[in-house]
C-alpha cells in the first residue's frame, strides 16, 4: 500500500517561510508527477504547484515567485518551499502522487493525508 507521509507544516507570521516535504513509503516503478494541493475552509482543493517526471513545473497565479517546488527522484520525495507567505495562504496542504507501484499495476492518483499551514500574526 503507497502512503504518503507530509511534514512541515505549522504556524508562521506573515512575511515568513517554511518547507513542505512528502515522501512515498515505498518504491515507484514510475512517477509521472508530484504535486501539492490546498484547501482553505469553506473553499475547494486547488492546485499549487506540480513538478512532473521530466522536471518542468507549474504554479498557481497566486504563489509565482513565492513559492518553489522541487523533488528528489531517487527518494519520491517532492518538496514545497514557501517563502513571503501571506494569511491567504493559510489552508491545509495535500501532497498528490500520480504514478505506478508496478509494471502491472495502472497509473494512480495517491494523497497525503494532509498538513496545517498557517499563516497570522
Known amino acids: 500500500q503507497v502512503q504518503l507521509v507530509e511534514s512541515g507544516g505549522g504556524l508562521v507570521q506573515p512575511g515568513g517561510s517554511l518547507r513542505l516535504s512528502c515522501a512515498a513509503s515505498?518504491?515507484?516503478?514510475?512517477?509521472?508527477?508530484m504535486g501539492w494541493y490546498r484547501q482553505a475552509p469553506g473553499k475547494q482543493r486547488e492546485l499549487v504547484a506540480v513538478i512532473i517526471s521530466g522536471g518542468s513545473t507549474s504554479y498557481a497565479d497566486s504563489v509565482k515567485g513565492r513559492f518553489t517546488i522541487f523533488r528528489d527522484n531517487g527518494k519520491n520525495t517532492v518538496y514545497l518551499q514557501m517563502n513571503s507567505l501571506k494569511p491567504e495562504d493559510t489552508a491545509i496542504y495535500y501532497c498528490?502522487?500520480?504514478?505506478?507501484?508496478?509494471?502491472?499495476?495502472?497509473?494512480?492518483?495517491?494523497w497525503g493525508q494532509g498538513t496545517q499551514v498557517t499563516v497570522s500574526s
Open positions: 515505498v518504491y515507484m516503478i514510475g512517477v509521472n508527477a
Open positions: 498528490n502522487l500520480r504514478g505506478r507501484r508496478g509494471f502491472t499495476e495502472p497509473t494512480t492518483d495517491y
